[in-house]
């Protein structure tokens, strides 16, 4: 009776487990054994019917199709319309590019240095001083000076901009590692230690071949359907009524003195090389002298060629074929405003002069439009 009654409750106990378990879905085997056939959940049924993705290889022969499709579709241009295309875009890339690519770029540029001062090339379209829209020279100054000591962790060396440059401007850069080194950079520069040369492509020939412009330099507003304020000659001189001879006028109160020193280097073409070294420091003062003192204004100026109005700048149909240029694309044409050489005299234990190799578009323009270098120190 016992043994009946025992085999009766495992009876009972088998059949619960069996209930139990047939309320349990069965397990996948896919991971366990890697040579059973793949099994495919019923998310992966519904995608087969769609296209496989792509692989990264795929992507990039699309994008180097479509690149080259684009190009072929394009209208052909000149290999100057194209260096002025590539120049701008090189411009804004490092304008917008992150603060470190732009110290590396500049790290590689470094002319000269010594414990007290750097020389760095500046390239074309950077602004020295801070810009909120763009990327700056003195926004990377901090990367830059931790760059040449090494990428050191304790470094409390700094770099400041001590002379400026404009930002369409190309050439030698003097920067101080100290304010103390910036104070004495100004103290020598009002003493006339200091001497800058520049280079610049004019279009006209400047008569004479050399000499000093001494004129003054007010700001006024230019009025119109655009107004806007620029830089303007305030002569100290007028001619007199009978147009025989010169009377002299009282100076303007906030005109301020500007002294620019010129000699032409080579002829050519309608334009010149001329070298220009100025002994004031005036807002667009070389761009202003040229262009409304000597009326040979710097190729690239689209600011100062008109004198009462925003519009690039006019060129005469021969310096349009030299240059391969049509009007219409004259706006890209940069600036031809070169720092080539620096002259610092009690910087340091030894006196500093510097020269600046001429960057790519330049000398691509000095080639097209005949002008020479043999006046080159």
Known sequence: MNSS????????????????????????????????????????????????????????????????????????????????????????????????????????????????????????????????????????LPVLSKMMDGMKVKSDSQMLPSLGLEKEATGVLLLARSEEAVEHILNLHRNNQVQRKYWVITVGVPVPSEGVIDIPIIEREVTGPRPHYKMALSPLFRMNDAGDGVTKVRAHRQAHPAVTKYRVLDSSSGCSLVELQPFTGVKHQMRVHMALA???????????????????????????????????????????LHARQLTVSGASQADIDVSCPLPKYFTQTLKQLHLSLTDEK
Not at 14 to 21: C, M
Not at 312 to 326: A, F, M, S, T
């Open 294 to 336: 000597l009326a040979c204004p710097i190729l690239g100026d689209h600011k100062y060629s008109h004198s009462s109005k925003l519009a690039p700048q006019k060129l005469p149909e021969r310096v349009l074929g030299k240059l391969g240029l049509e009007q219409s694309k004259i706006r890209y044409l940069p600036l031809h």
């Open 5 to 140: 009654r025992i085999l009766a409750r495992r009876r009972e106990w088998i059949s619960g487990l069996d209930t139990v378990f047939s309320r349990v879905k069965p397990r996948s085997n896919c991971r366990r054994d890697p040579e059973a056939a793949p099994c495919h959940s019923r998310s992966q049924a519904t995608d087969a019917s769609e296209k496989p993705r792509r692989t990264a290889i795929d992507l990039a022969r699309k994008v180097q199709q479509e690149r080259t499709t684009r190009e072929a579709a394009e209208p052909p241009v000149s290999g100057q319309q194209r260096r002025v295309m590539e120049l701008k875009r090189f411009s804004l890339q490092l304008q917008n590019v992150h603060p470190n690519v732009l110290a590396k770029h500049l790290h590689r540029s470094v002319l000269y240095q010594d414990k007290h001062v750097v020389v760095i090339n500046k390239p074309f379209g950077v602004p020295v001083r801070d810009d909120s829209r763009v990327t700056s020279i003195s926004s990377v």
